[in-house]
């Protein structure tokens, strides 16, 4: 049995209207947009600089940022370090040079002046190798504390100086033994080439002057050659001695290595910072240098001894001060420019950036057990440290 009943569509339903043929045509559908994707962000820059190469501009103006960033265990230090070098460079030849040379009115003979002159010279010659010394030392540790000082601000770290003395352990003595291997091998070959000129000229007559002036201008030239080469090819040792704690050999080779290729752009960027620096320092120092030296005399025209000492004893103390200032300035800048440079070249070469980040992302989520990312990237040894705690504070 057929069941003629017509289909019926279920309730509520409504049935499907065939399009008309007079229906003007639909435009075609487009596809749906594809999901926005996240736009590019710039590395991180959770302290001094951004966590990536450094264009010339900012590794520039990092250099001068260090000192207003953490001025106290910069600057303060620095500024202490100078005046003793400062005030040990005065005190110490100065008061040699005064008792010596007084000794010169005391002589009963010409023959005994000049004696007595000679050895007052060669006497104030010894006595200023002992704040030279000091200045060795002093100017290797201040380098030393911004080397740490710029890696660990890097990370955006702010260390007092205990901490960035804790972290400089075991590591000054290397610092203070290549500066001194630095300083003896720039006194030994000016002697040599002055010892050298000094006998042509003695023993060459005319012509030996003649020679004597013209391998002067030439030595001096290739002197100036050689400092600027191996001066820039080592230039990252301290760096390398701090951050990287590798023996001074080592050292040397590492640094020899990083440079590589980026020869021009280390010393251009040295350069232009001692430049800087220089003649900053020049314009405030030298006219207040010269007025000490002449101003007692303006000031007490009239002879006053008393009056002369007071005034000179005052613009020499002036001077010892306003020097240390912008001595404090210079070396905390000229230390700043090696360590950032160091950090620049090892995140082009090395990915160094890399390893930062990956710090910088563990102590923001609490990891203080993370290994140091400057000893990692290099392959060297870890520092051994307390668990759970930072080997830097």
Do not use: C, H
């Not at 007079?22 to 594809?34: C, K, M, N």
């Amino acid at each position: 049995m057929t069941d003629s009943t017509p289909w019926q569509p279920p309730a509520g339903s409504t049935p499907p209207v065939p399009p008309s043929p007079y229906a003007a045509p639909q435009a075609p559908v487009p596809p749906p947009a594809p999901a926005p994707q996240a736009g590019w962000t710039p590395p991180p820059k959770p302290g001094l600089i951004p966590l990536r190469p450094l264009t010339f501009g900012t590794l520039l103006g990092a250099t001068f940022q260090v000192l207003r960033r953490n001025p106290r265990p910069t600057f303060g230090f620095a500024l202490v370090v100078t005046g003793i070098i400062n005030v040990a460079t005065y005190g110490i030849v100065g008061l040699v040079a005064f008792f010596a040379f007084s000794r010169v009115q005391f002589a009963t003979s010409t023959d005994d002046q000049d004696a007595i002159a000679a050895g007052a010279v060669a006497l104030v010659l010894l006595s200023a190798l002992v704040p030279a010394a000091l200045a060795i030392v002093g100017t290797a540790i201040v380098q030393g504390v911004i080397s740490l000082e710029v890696a660990r601000g890097t990370l955006g770290e702010r260390l007092r100086l205990p901490g960035l003395w804790r972290a400089a352990k075991g590591r000054i003595g290397a610092l203070i033994g290549w500066s001194a291997l630095i300083s003896v091998a720039l006194l030994l070959a000016i002697a040599i080439i002055a010892v050298a000129i000094a006998l042509i000229v003695a023993f060459g007559g005319v012509a030996g002057i003649v020679v004597g002036v013209l391998l002067g201008f030439l030595f001096a030239a290739v002197f100036i050659a050689a400092a600027a080469w191996l001066g820039t090819k080592l230039s990252l040792v301290p760096s390398v001695l701090m951050l990287e704690r590798l023996p001074l050999r080592a050292a040397l080779a590492r640094s020899w290595s990083l440079t590589t290729g980026s020869f021009w752009r280390v010393l251009g960027t040295l350069l232009l910072v001692s430049v800087i620096v220089n003649i900053a320092t020049s314009i405030i120092t030298t006219p207040l240098q010269l007025f000490a030296s002449f101003g007692a005399t303006l000031i007490n025209p009239n002879g006053d001894t008393t009056g002369y000492l007071v005034t000179a004893g005052i613009l020499a103390v002036v001077t010892v001060i306003v020097s240390a200032v912008f001595g404090a300035i210079a070396a905390v800048v000229q230390g700043s420019a090696p360590a950032l440079i160091y950090i620049d070249i090892r995140m082009r070469k090395e990915g160094l950036d890399l390893e930062l980040q990956r710090f910088v992302e563990a102590r923001q989520a609490g990891d203080t057990s993370v290994a140091d990312p400057y000893l990692v990237a290099s392959g060297a040894a870890p520092v051994p440290t307390v668990p759970g705690a930072s080997p830097w504070s």
